[in-house]
């Protein structure tokens, strides 16, 4: 955060001289200013209670506290600024009250996602213009006054901190029709109310005679064509905010991924990833989650965004056994068996409860960080329940066919459902049973398979025994060449 300037401004702003050389280009930044104090206030409060969504460790959490406390700044300024152009005369209390009455109106018909959506616009458009002004001395004057100060330390803060509401959004998975709508009637309401202030400031001087109407022109008409690359930057900077971005997932792929054990704090974020993995019958309830991680803790892993908090993945897992799988007819029969003996030796088996991915980059992670612990904690076999949903098409067109021959098809060497080749890839090779009302799922027509995988390294299981976890971990890039 950077220090505000500590002069009055508008303090030095004489009767006869406009501190950023040209009238047009002084109610331009006057108008805005107009705006600044209660729509900061209006971004504050959506970010605040955005904000309030995200876990309490979360980096961009942090982010959202220091982005109100330079608002606070920003807004504390600008009150000063505004009741210097009020001395002067150009009414800007009943501007400003006008602009309090219509966002308390907005406030409370909008949801908080819509108002976030108006919060991330002001702050784009803000950064876009602020972006052009420190770069040219055609919109901001460089003479040194109160007010060119202020407005530079402001500029520079609003690029700083624009990312804030921007990961937000996508922290809320808002869409992009969303955004953009939002982005579009913000634009226009702001347009409008700067040409509103810019045309109320232009009356009043030349109402008292501070400025002459052909002055005036002459000065506007002359700076506008020298304006003409920073009008261009300028609009070249609001269209890009019409891009689709990167979602959310894609965006947390690129960032380092934290893998850990779950906690009961993390149900709201993992309920999140439940609804939008599986259908609501499907979806596991609070309590469920709650349940396994009490009965298996060890075994419950997930997945996050450091930034935003958000779960990516999540693995839930129990103790068993070869001979307890072989006797199960539904997922119920798998998660509710005997857990076996949990000071597992060679050949015991976890069962995968259950694997909810919105990014594959999160699933590696979470496999390579239980990696080890399965080795140390001498894990042979994982098994899981698999979905089959080429299914029903499939024996559309093969209609004296049945489940059994389907998942033993093959299309290049690997199985042809699409489920099936995607665990195929993680290991998981070998079909233990093809168990009908396994669960429900109507394009599996509610068949499941049964899946075992190897965890790899697990022959030399002696060896685990004897080493401690760290120096497993140590090993994990030298173990990923072991057969």
């Known amino acids: 955060m950077l220090s505000p300037p500590t002069t009055n401004p508008a303090a030095t702003d004489s009767p006869t001289i406009f501190w950023n050389r040209t009238p047009a280009r002084t109610y331009l930044f006057d108008a805005f200013s107009v705006m600044l104090p209660e729509g900061e206030a209006f971004v504050m409060d959506a970010v605040t209670e955005a904000a309030q969504h995200l876990p309490p460790g979360a980096e961009l959490r942090l982010e959202c506290a220091r982005f109100v406390k330079e608002e606070e700044a920003h807004q504390r300024a600008h009150r000063l600024y505004n009741a210097r152009l009020d001395q002067q005369g150009h009414g800007v209390a009943a501007m400003e009250a006008r602009i309090a009455h219509d966002l308390r109106a907005i406030q409370t018909r909008l949801s908080a996602d819509q108002r976030l959506c108006l919060a991330a616009a002001f702050e784009h458009i803000t950064a876009t213009i602020s972006a052009v002004a420190l770069r040219s001395e055609r919109m901001l004057t460089a003479t040194p006054n109160a007010q060119t100060r202020l407005w530079r330390w402001h500029c520079a803060e609003e690029m700083a901190h624009l990312g804030v509401t921007v990961d937000l959004m996508a922290a809320r998975d808002l869409s992009y029709g969303a955004r953009v709508g939002w982005f579009l009637g913000a634009s226009a309401v702001m347009l409008g109310d700067v040409l509103r202030h810019m045309h109320a400031f232009y009356r009043h001087d030349v109402g008292t005679g501070r400025l002459s109407a052909p002055r005036f022109w002459a000065a506007h008409l002359a700076g506008a064509v020298q304006a003409l690359p920073d009008l261009w930057s300028t609009t070249v900077g609001w269209a890009s905010y019409l891009l689709p971005r990167r979602s959310s997932t894609k965006a947390a792929a690129a960032a380092p991924i934290t893998v850990r054990e779950l906690r009961p ?46 779960a990516l993945a999540s693995l839930f897992m129990k103790p068993s056994s070869a001979q307890a799988m072989s006797q199960a007819r539904t997922w119920r029969d798998c998660i509710e068996g005997s857990a076996g003996n949990a000071a597992a030796g060679p050949g015991n088996a976890l ?49 004296q066919g049945n489940a059994q021959t389907y998942v033993r098809q093959r299309r290049r060497g690997l199985p042809l459902d699409p489920q099936l080749r995607y665990y195929h890839g993680k290991g998981f090779r070998h079909i233990e049973a093809v168990l009908p009302n396994y669960f429900p799922h109507a ?28 120096h497993i971990q140590a090993m994990q890039r030298w173990l990923s060449r072991l057969p």
Not at 369 to 381: C, E, M, S, T
Request: proline share 10%; glycine share 10%; hydrophobic share 40%.
């Open 265 to 310: 704090a993390d149900v709201p974020t993992l309920m999140a990833l439940e609804h939008a993995c599986w259908t609501p019958e499907q979806a596991a309830q609070a309590p469920d989650l709650l349940d396994r991680m009490r009965r298996h803790p060890g075994y419950c892993l997930g997945a996050f965004c450091p930034r935003t908090g958000k």
């Open 351 to 399: 069962f995968g409860i259950s694997l909810s991915s919105i990014d594959p980059a999160a699933v590696k992670a979470i496999f390579g960080y239980f990696w080890p612990h399965a080795l140390k904690g001498g894990w042979r076999y994982i098994f899981l329940g698999s979905p089959i949903p080429g299914l029903a098409n499939w024996l559309q067109r093969h209609p």
């Open 443 to 470: 394009r599996s027509l509610d068949h499941g398979v049964l899946l075992r995988g190897q965890v790899p390294g697990a022959r030399w299981a002696p060896l685990w025994r004897r080493l401690s976890l760290g």
